[in-house]
T-cell receptor, first 112, second 116 residues
Framework: GNSVTQMEGPVTLSEEAFLTINCTYT??????LFWYVQYPGEGLQLLLK?????DKGSNKGFEATYRKETTSFHLEKGSVQVSDSAVYFCALSDNYGQNFVFGPGTRLSVLP | DAMVIQNPRYQVTQFGKPVTLSCSQT?????MYWYQQKSSQAPKLLFH???????NEADTPDNFQSRRPNTSFCFLDIRSPGLGDAAMYLC???????????????FGAGTRLSVL
């Protein structure tokens, strides 16, 4: 079945540091890929998405590129802020939306 | 401009006392989902509705039931809560991915359930 693997957290960075959170997936066909963010005590918010190979999703300074050859969708940000502290979930959905799968989540803490 | 609204944000119940969590949406989406999220874990899908078509996950306990009286509302009923059911419960919606081929899910803020 489909699955998503993320780097283990927690990840602790200083403000303005570069962020990478690795995500790899296993899926049949051509899934859509997502990053969701969950701030403390809140639900999940869609951060960015990509629906086909080589697509780059971007939002709020975050980027991720759909790499089919490496089955990866790594999240990056050039300069993190304290307000980026949250849990980040990588997720995929198959072509027909019948199998939406989350990764285990990576907790990011950004220190001032 | 809240689009997926969950009430209440915090719910306390007693062991074995039935409890209902509610979710409403203003997006007019066909699909509504209920997830259970325990501390430091990913959300786990319990069930979902395509319109009125109910789809239960194979490992969802019978203790969990759901109702969708109309497009806008969906309820999660826990018939006899146990201590292990204490968790955050998340509602989400999406347009019909079977037609669009893309399943973007929009989440509510969640209801945190405590079982005493």
């Amino acid at each position: 079945g489909n699955s998503v693997t993320q780097m283990e957290g927690p990840v602790t960075l200083s403000e303005e540091a570069f962020l990478t959170i690795n995500c790899t997936y296993t899926a049949t066909g051509y899934p859509s890929l997502f990053w969701y963010v969950q701030y403390p005590g809140e639900g999940l918010q869609l951060l960015l998405k990509a629906t086909k190979a080589d697509d780059k999703g971007s939002n709020k300074g975050f980027e991720a590129t759909y790499r089919k050859e490496t089955t990866s969708f790594h999240l990056e940000k050039g300069s993190v802020q304290v307000s980026d502290s949250a849990v980040y979930f990588c997720a995929l959905s198959d072509n027909y939306g019948q199998n939406f799968v989350f990764g285990p989540g990576t907790r990011l803490s950004v220190l001032p | 401009d809240a689009m997926v609204i969950q009430n209440p944000r915090y719910q306390v119940t007693q062991f074995g006392k039935p409890v209902t969590l509610s979710c409403s949406q203003t997006l007019n989406h066909n699909v509504m989902y209920w997830y259970q999220q325990k501390s430091s874990q990913a959300p786990k899908l319990l069930f979902h509705y395509y319109d009125k078509d109910f789809n239960n996950e194979a490992d969802t306990p019978d203790n969990f039931q759901s109702r969708r009286p109309n497009t806008s509302f969906c309820f999660l009923d826990i018939r006899s809560p146990g201590l292990g059911d204490a968790a955050m419960y998340l509602c989400a919606t999406s347009t019909n991915p079977r037609q669009t081929g893309l399943d973007i899910q929009y989440f509510g803020a969640g209801t945190r359930l405590s079982v005493l």
